[in-house]
Nanobody, 121 residues
Framework: QVQLVESGGGLVQPGGSLRLSCAAS????????MGWYRQPPGEQRELVAS???????KYADSVKGRFTISRDNDENTVYLQMNSLKPEDTAVYYC???????????????WGQGTQVTVSS
């Protein structure tokens, strides 16, 4: 079992920055692919960024160059540094953990409760 708790959201002006944190409890955190998703008001949930256990990262085109995902396996924490924030970044941001076990062909998926990010002047 993995439990995820997000923090760091809030209200920020356009052009500002926020750093989201996701603290994980449970075992084998370092083996999981971690991701940040967001769900704007009235829209579908979308992938923002992900980072594998080996450190490979992916970003949505809309945030590339502005957001950075990182992980600290010793602290069981994943971060999302968000710079140059825009009003369209406003959403609930969710932390996600995925682990695929090939020999049983099973994927374990966990979600945090979400943290609100509002970008407005």
């Amino acid at each position: 079992q993995v439990q995820l708790v997000e923090s760091g959201g809030g209200l920020v002006q356009p052009g500002g920055s926020l750093r989201l944190s996701c603290a994980a409890s449970g075992s084998i955190f370092s083996t999981y692919t971690m991701g940040w998703y967001r769900q704007p008001p009235g829209e579908q949930r979308e992938l923002v960024a992900s980072i594998t256990s080996g450190g490979s990262t992916k970003y949505a085109d809309s945030v590339k160059g502005r957001f950075t995902i990182s992980r600290d396996n010793d602290e069981n924490t994943v971060y999302l540094q968000m710079n140059s924030l825009k009003p369209e970044d406003t959403a609930v941001y969710y932390c996600n953990a995925d682990r695929f076990v090939p020999h049983i062909a099973h994927k374990y998926t966990y979600w945090g409760q979400g943290t609100q990010v509002t970008v407005s002047s």
